[in-house]
């Protein structure tokens, strides 16, 4: 079988990837992470992914012209690993259209809403706010419009009573570590 490569950009300590890279653990998993890069250096996640013998890098912002010449460093560092698909998983800054279009259908991210539903920051608090009866998590491809790509698959989770922003977000994070790994899977399915 042959297994998709993957990359993925983290910010922080990067659960969502330990999950992807547990999932990959299985022998029967159709996917491989091939390579983290963080745009942070002292990412917790960078540690555990080289701790794992996987390929890792800072490709840090500060050390490029511009924007354009940053995202051309990570896209040349995927493309010598062979990167299938990228999995943004808690990586924190908003990309350029241009880096978008070019890993358009190859670029997924999950948000901690049921998209199309709080798009952007502060999901959980909003929803509370909103009254609304569950929240959950989606994983969807990334397009050049912050939250709006096709949404491949959701998990839901009940809002309680005197539910707070803090303890829904820990809810909605272990939802987060079964459905992205869940989201590759369909993904590979089709690739």
Known sequence: ????????M????GSNMRAIVEACRQPD????????ISNKGDAAGLVYAH??????????????????????????????MNVDLICLAGYMRIL????VQHWQGRMI??????????????????AIDDGEAEAGCSVHYVVPDL???????????????G??????ATKVLVEEHKLYPHAIKLIAEKF
């Open 29 to 36: 998993f159709p996917a491989e992470v091939v390579m983290v």
């Open 147 to 161: 939250d709006s790509g096709e949404v491949i698959c959701q998990a839901k989770v009940a809002i309680d009573a």
């Open 10 to 13: 983290i910010s922080g300590r």
């Open 51 to 80: 701790n794992c013998s996987i390929e890792t890098a800072h490709v840090n912002l500060k050390s490029f012209e511009d924007k354009d010449a940053y995202e051309a460093e990570i896209t040349r560092r995927f493309e010598a």
């Open 163 to 168: 539910e707070t922003a803090e303890s829904l």
């Open 109 to 126: 991210n999950i948000h901690p809403s049921l998209l199309p539903k709080y798009k952007g920051l502060n999901t959980h608090q909003r």
């Open 1 to 8: 079988m042959k297994k998709l490569r993957l990359g993925i």
């Open 96 to 99: 350029n259209d241009s880096f």
